[in-house]
């Protein structure tokens, strides 16, 4: 790639800004590789900016697009550590899949972690939840308006300097309405289209003074899937639980953390089909003392309000007891506080290392 010098000046160069918002800062580099000829081309670290895309091409036409979000948290020594990526790196793979896209190799996705984390390494934010957000993106080329996919893909890696996401215990409201994903349909894979359709229910129930909507299982309307963006759960009987994977939420990287790090603190947990009436009941009868979403992005935050369009709100009892306990927990590990019992981070800067953790 051209991009040496010009790269390595970006770099040299950077500082972070006074504030760093939870995904508003880009990085001024990215990493991009092209599928073309029916393989990846060899990529490399690019200055970040426009990417030239034909108005045609089937990313904008059909949303033939899949993304991942994960991040890079500075250890006490200073190394750039990744949280469970092999994880991630699977995920992009199903999504892709599930699009018509090629499978990002472990090698390639390694190679742009290595490369942007390392990059980076010296303003990764320190700072208790801060951490250099990473955004694996893939995209179809091909300008066409017949109903097939691309053969002409890129990828990219953007990184992006973070404080952690909400601060305050946020307001949910079921939606009762609106799916984001059908059964059968793209709601257990990362892709940009299954946020194009939260956006008007999150925007409504903003206006119901809510913070976000509160999805249900798009057969029956009655149980509880997740967030837009995050997952769902709630501490009942003492006990946490957290809707079953149906098909058509997403597997959570951070939710099957924060279930394995419960079991070790022996919570009893439960991963169960969650009836969003029984939820209510629950909240109403005082046996759902705490509720909380959790993701990457916001690592766990606290709800403290549920409720529906037509105005009716639950406050929960208890905000943030177990669930921020919870959090310590796992950002503990994310950041390197403890010893990491579960073998979950590996240091970005060793891409061979972090190739073979990754394909696993
Ligand atoms: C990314 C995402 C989550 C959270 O997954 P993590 O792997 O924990 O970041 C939950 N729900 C949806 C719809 C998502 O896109």
Redesign the pocket.
Known sequence: MPHHKEVANLLAGYRLPPKIPFGVELAPVMYRADFSGGRWQPGGLVPFGPVAVNPAATALQFAQQAFE?MKAYRSSDDRPMLFRPNLNWQRFAKSAARLRMPEVPASLFAEALSAVASGLSKVIPGGRGQSLYLRPTMFGLDPHFAVKGSDNFVFLLLASPSDAYYADPIRIMVERTNCRAASGGTGAE?VGG?YAASLLANENCVAHGFDQSLWLDPSTRKNIE?L????FMAIIDGALHTPALSGSL?D????GSLLSIARQMSMQTAERVMPVDELLDDIRRGRCEELFA????AIVAPIGTIGEVDGTKFELPVVGQVSLRLRDALLDIQEGKIPDPFGWTIDASDREALCEYISG
Request: charged residues 20%; positive net charge; hydrophobic residues 25%.
């Open positions: 979000g990362k299954n997740e837009s963006a995050m997952n997403l959570g990287v951070t939710r959790c993701g990457t992005g």
